[in-house]
């Protein structure tokens, strides 16, 4: 059975939306909360961890293939490749975080002497880490995906 992996990403897409507009609707803070969940500073630090680091190691093109894993036929050859691009961009996306993270933890420390900005400088300290948990939730299936299909054509080559 064909999976297409576009339609996984797009489903587990539309699961995280609904998720969290039910934490949100059910919370008491209401949807006004959702732009406390948004902080682009940290988002841009990881995206420019991320995106170089691929390009730099050489892994951007294998990377963008592991969208197609299931659509177009890769080689084993390929499929590794796409295998370890994805690899490599989940530890890039936690080692963004923790860059973005320290970077958040040092701002705040240099300010500790202003007790009403710890609560809301911590907030955007840990939005780092919950934007790398949103990137991991993407990038697994694609992982995953690329493993299964080079395990089927492993068998098929037997």
Known sequence: MKKNIR???????LLFIILFTVLMVGGSYGM??????????????????????????GE???????FSVGIKEYR????????GAVDAAQKLTVFAALFAIIISG???LGH??????IGPNLAVCFL?????????FFLLPLKL????????EMDLGE
């Open 7 to 13: 339609m996984i990403l797009l489903g587990e897409l």
């Open 32 to 57: 006004s909360a959702v732009w406390w969940f948004l902080d682009f500073p940290s988002l841009l630090i990881i995206l420019l961890v991320f995106i170089p680091g691929l390009m730099i190691m």
């Open 60 to 66: 951007w093109k294998d990377f963008l293939k592991s």
């Open 76 to 83: 084993l050859l390929e499929l590794k490749n796409i295998i």
């Open 106 to 108: 040092v701002l705040i």
């Open 112 to 117: 500790i002497d202003d007790l009403s900005l």
């Open 128 to 136: 780092s880490g919950l934007y790398a948990v949103i990137i991991e």
């Open 145 to 152: 995906n690329a493993e299964r299909k080079m395990n089927e």
